[in-house]
């Protein structure tokens, strides 16, 4: 099974601020990574599939980079909206796992 | 526009037995993969189970193993989850969601809570 570690567990920042979200996986899921946005009482919102796509309808100051085992999804200047919990997934084998996540909360 | 409505959820008791449904509705069911993820009060996203177009391959997270089972109706444009043998540990919010590159699409997802 792939462990996906996620960091910073909480993200405590600004509105306007730059956001980075790292994720890294236990071995290599080449660009197979996706990133989902779940705000509270909500169902989860893809954000980034195959590690840099953005889904449709998703922001351009949503980004996100990275292959193998390092990810990185950026979010350029945070709105109001942006503060949420953060996940990202794989999907190069089974069990398709998640990390555990990583908050954004209001500093 | 694409819809995913999950329903069965509710209240069983320890060792029961519960059938979740998600209705499609707004795309061609039967060209995508579809999920259950699911997530326990308070916890993160968990896969739990997915399933091929045709049906043909299914694939479980080790904790539900000959416990869950995922099928799908083509014909009515509906994916099933077969839950048996519960455990209080398979309490969560039970999502459906199609597979396009990441999971594109999730219902609003139903509860399940597993209690004596």
């Known amino acids: 099974e792939i462990v996906l570690t996620q960091s910073p567990a909480t993200l405590s920042l600004s509105p306007g601020e730059r956001a980075t979200l790292s994720c890294r996986a236990s071995?290599?899921?080449?660009?197979?990574l996706a990133w989902y946005q779940q705000r509270p009482g909500q169902a989860p919102r893809l954000l980034i599939y195959?590690?840099?796509n953005r889904a449709t309808g998703i922001p351009a100051r949503f980004s996100g980079s990275g292959s193998g085992t390092d990810f990185t999804l950026t979010i350029s200047s945070l709105e109001p909206e942006d503060f949420a919990v953060y996940y990202c997934?794989?999907?190069?084998?089974?069990?398709?796992?998640f990390g555990q996540g990583t908050k954004v909360e209001v500093k | 526009e694409v819809q995913l409505v999950e329903s069965g959820g509710g209240l069983v008791q320890p060792g029961g037995s519960l059938t979740l449904s998600c209705a499609a509705s707004?795309?061609?069911?039967?060209?995508?993969?579809m999920s259950w993820v699911r997530q326990a009060p308070g916890k993160g996203l968990e896969w739990v189970a997915n399933i091929k177009e045709d049906g043909s391959a299914k694939y479980y997270v080790d904790s539900v193993k000959g416990r869950f089972t995922i099928s799908r109706d083509n014909a009515e444009n509906s994916l099933f989850l077969q839950m048996n043998s519960l455990r209080v540990e398979d309490t969560a919010v039970y999502y459906c969601?199609?597979?396009?590159?990441?999971?594109?699409?999730w219902g609003q997802g139903t509860l399940v809570t597993v209690s004596s």
């Open positions: 969601a199609r597979d396009e590159g990441g999971k594109d699409y």
């Open positions: 071995q290599s899921v080449t660009t197979y």
């Open positions: 707004g795309f061609t069911f039967s060209k995508f993969w």
């Open positions: 195959d590690a840099s």
């Open positions: 997934q794989h999907r190069i084998n089974w069990p398709q796992t």
